[in-house]
């Protein structure tokens, strides 16, 4: 007889959950595969109960290898000996708290269990569940158009097909709510999860339609990374080949502790041609790199102007972010003008119309945006192959 599903949600339903009744009659079974003799099993301890904290790792660790001797006798029972089992424990975000490992040796229904628990390494920074990619966008300083240049991916990805979603993670400053044209919306909350705005084709969230935009927001370090969390983790974000991550500008606390707190793909540093800002990107660099995120490319914003007489004016020193890239050893993702058409349709929260040369003051801001999310695409690619996907694991046996 083969592993079915069936057999291993029968076997689960022999298993009590310390708070009453059994794991699969309260909901924690999320998900069960199976395949010749191999299987594996999803459950969420606190599921129906967002807001009860984690049980420690040992409770799971007993529930699980609990779950692992039953599942085992089902097998034994259908003649199947040499189960090789997965127990993953999750939280409300899919994060994985706990894995439970366990091969063929075990056969009897009595004896210990063999299970190996494996805590992932950076469990403080993990991925989100059905996103791929999850990319920071960073600035030295504020004004350069950090902002800007996070929709402006995000719908530039969009409209090359691919299902994308943006963060407002400027939490002191949100910008979204204005340049994606969200004013007049209301958040929707089902079930204490954030439903994302869909609007230009993206998914996107931002603080400023959780808080009074007429009250600043001061928050320190500690509680902006919490709000960061909350924001990130009950959205409901469905699934996505990019999250863009508008970060709060600078290499402060602030900045620091939320380009850590999520696995992050990579970054994005935007920077002006001056001097001055170039210094600021480099710094912003430096910190990605002492995070040890991997640094996608430089964006150069306000780069030239180009006139009603169609030339283009070098005013703040174009190239000179392109440089900086250059003397980083890091990729270059493009330019963008300074642009009327692209302030206004910011400002109007119309950024699809920075794609269209009738509405974006001529061809080069259309094909400038469009070539940027082409390139990070390809860093982005090149990204993933340097790097063994997976984030390495400790076995504590
Ligand atoms: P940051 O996020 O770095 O603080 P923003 O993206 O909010 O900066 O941009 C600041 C202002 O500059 C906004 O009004 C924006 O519309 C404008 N801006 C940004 N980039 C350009 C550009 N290339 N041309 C014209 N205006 C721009």
């Not at 603080?207 to 902006?224: F, N, Q, S, T, Y």
Request: net charge negative; proline share 6%.
């Amino acid at each position: 007889m083969p592993l079915t599903k069936e057999l291993i949600k029968q076997a689960l339903t022999g298993v009590a959950h310390p708070d009453g009744d059994d794991l699969v009659s309260r909901g924690c079974v999320l998900n069960i595969a199976a395949c010749d003799q191999d299987a594996s099993v999803r459950i969420c301890y606190t599921q129906g109960h967002p807001d009860q904290p984690q049980p420690p790792r040992d409770t799971l660790s007993n529930l699980g290898k609990f779950a692992e001797q039953v599942i085992r006798a089902a097998a034994k029972a259908q003649d199947i000996e040499n189960l090789g089992l997965v127990i993953d424990f999750v939280d409300h975000a899919g994060q994985v708290i706990l894995k439970l490992k366990s091969d063929t040796k075990n056969t009897s229904d009595t004896a210990e269990s063999n299970a190996k628990e494996q805590v992932p390494q950076n469990n403080a920074a993990a991925g989100l569940p059905g996103v791929k990619h999850i990319i920071a966008v960073g600035a030295g300083k504020g004004g350069v158009g950090k902002s800007t240049v996070a929709v402006n991916l995000a719908v530039g990805l969009a409209r090359q097909g691919h299902s994308v979603g943006v963060l407002d993670g400027d939490i002191y400053g949100p910008s979204l709510p204005t340049m994606l044209g969200l004013e007049t919306m209301d958040q929707a909350v089902i079930e204490s999860t954030l439903q994302p705005f869909l609007v230009h084709g993206v998914k996107s969230i931002t603080m400023g339609k959780l808080v009074d935009p007429e009250k600043p927001l001061i928050w320190r370090g500690p509680m902006a990374h919490g709000a960061f969390h909350q924001l990130i983790e009950r959205t409901q974000w469905g699934e996505l080949d990019y999250l863009i991550i508008d970060l709060p500008p600078g290499t402060g606390d602030v900045p620091l502790t939320l380009a850590q707190s999520v696995q992050l793909s990579g970054a994005v540093i935007v920077c002006t041609p001056q001097k001055v800002a170039q210094d600021d990107a480099v710094r912003a660099a430096r910190m990605f790199e002492s995070l040890g995120v991997e640094r996608l490319g430089v964006v150069e914003n306000m780069s030239y102007f180009i006139g009603d007489d169609g030339k283009e004016y070098d005013i703040f020193g174009k190239g000179g972010a392109q440089q900086m890239a250059q003397k980083l050893g890091l990729p270059f993702l493009g330019s963008i003008p300074i642009n009327t058409a692209l302030r206004q349709n910011m400002d109007s929260g119309n950024p699809t119309k920075n794609f269209e040369e009738s509405t974006a003051g001529g061809p080069q801001l259309p094909s400038a945006l469009d070539q940027l999310a082409t390139h990070l695409v390809a860093q982005v690619t090149l990204a993933s192959m340097s790097k063994s996907n997976q984030a390495p694991t400790l076995s504590i046996s």
